[in-house]
């Protein structure tokens, strides 16, 4: 039940720096469609921090997720803690409500599965939304790319796709934001916290895991998940993988993909430590077109994506005053396409290679992320990437890590 004026209520599992620097921001943008109305975190000093800088003064505080689900105050749920969300969706999904995932949804795939389960029953019961929060599916110079890109890919004229994502420390990102930092944490939490990564990383690789994969492990479902997901919604879901490796123990890896119709991805994750300059671009060729989609600095809002789109130009049919230039023979040319008035021969210049270089919009992803949400909650729009697509990513990226060899 959205609040009188119609606003969707919003409550937060998880108040710390994506919540801070991202989604209060975007919520407070959107506030004519929702309102926060309840947090959740295990520090009562980062909701009092929140509560005040957002103006969330009157949302009521947990520390224990399973009330926040339980809330009446609430209609959906952004889950967003460190670690699994799953647990913490299928509770408000069990609840009623809708929710907005942030990724990496699980590193198990038992959890993945449960989620999908809960979320399709959620769905047919009572129409609940569930939507993953994959933010660069919704962005403009993406969505821009993924028109031109996704049909080829479709057709099998997607032969290769270079795709690199290079990474700098996430402080590097996080330094202009104001992020308030938690010392109330219990250490029991914290520890419990490293216990479950622990566990969830032999029981993805096995209980003698390559150390370099290990380091990489988190890395690779907490960061090329954005990959992966940017890739299957230009190109459809991955089929193969080979050639994969880690290296720099555990902070660089590369793999080759391979999608449907043909379609092969060289990917590489590198971190660069402290120079302060993210980069993830994806360069897909085609047959007659070129693709390259450079995608904005995470975080600061305004940073547009862009999008370079190469082509050469249909040739010019009897340009005036100077000839044919189509390469085609016609009756009475000296040389196929090659004519001139005084039936000399024209050198052709061949057709034009062009080159648009595409802004598509300035409109955060994030935002429209919501604004979308919004649109599935009360119009009933399809969500865009759901349950099932996570739990696949999930399973893609165990099976990655399992294959990757330690060089
Ligand atoms: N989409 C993106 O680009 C993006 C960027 C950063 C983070 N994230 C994702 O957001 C999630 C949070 O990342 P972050 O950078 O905000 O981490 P963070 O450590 O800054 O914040 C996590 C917050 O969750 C709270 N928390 C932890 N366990 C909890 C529990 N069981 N119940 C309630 N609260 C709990 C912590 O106290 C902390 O305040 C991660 O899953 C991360 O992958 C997404």
Known sequence: MPAPDGRIRVGIIGSGAIAQIIHLPALRQLR?????????????DTMAFVSETFGVAHGAHFTDYRDLCASDLVDAVLVCPLGTHVPQAIEALRHGKHVLVEKPLSS????????????????????????????????????????????????????FVEAHHIHSRNERYMDYFPVYRATDIPASARDAAR??????????????????????????????????????GLLGRPVAISNAEVWDDGHCW????????????????????????????????GPDVRVHLTMAMPFIAGD??????????????????????????????????????????????????????????????FKRE?????????????????????RDDTAFIIEWARVSRGV
């Open 370 to 390: 919501w604004q979308h949400f919004h649109a599935c909650i009360t119009r009933g729009t399809e969500p865009l990437v759901g349950a099932r697509e996570a």
């Open 108 to 159: 198990r795939l038992d959890e993945a599965d449960a989620f999908v389960a809960a979320s399709e029953e959620a769905r047919a019961k009572a129409g609940t939304v569930t939507l993953m929060a994959y933010m660069k599916r919704f962005d403009p110079g993406y969505q821009y790319a993924q028109r031109i890109v996704r049909p080829l890919a479709d057709q099998g004229e997607i032969r």
């Open 304 to 365: 547009a994506s862009t999008v370079r789109v190469q082509r050469m130009e249909p040739s010019p049919v009897d340009p005036a005053p100077y000839g044919r230039h189509d390469g085609a023979a016609h009756p009475g040319d000296a040389k196929p396409g090659v004519v001139s008035p005084d039936g000399e021969g024209w050198p052709t210049a061949g057709t034009a290679h062009v080159e648009s270089f595409v802004t598509a919009g300035y409109d955060n992803q």
């Open 32 to 44: 004519h469609l929702f309102e926060v109305t309840a947090l959740c975190d295990l520090s009562a």
């Open 254 to 285: 590369r793999a080759m993909f391979e999608y449907p119709n043909g379609a092969r991805v060289n990917y590489a994750w590198i971190d660069i430590r402290d120079v302060r300059r993210f980069q993830q671009e994806f360069i897909a060729y």
């Open 195 to 232: 216990a479950e990564h622990e566990a969830n990383l032999l029981r993805a690789l096995g209980p003698t895991p390559d150390r370099q994969v290990a380091a990489a492990f988190g890395g690779m479902m907490g960061s090329s998940i954005h990959d992966v997901y940017a890739l299957s």
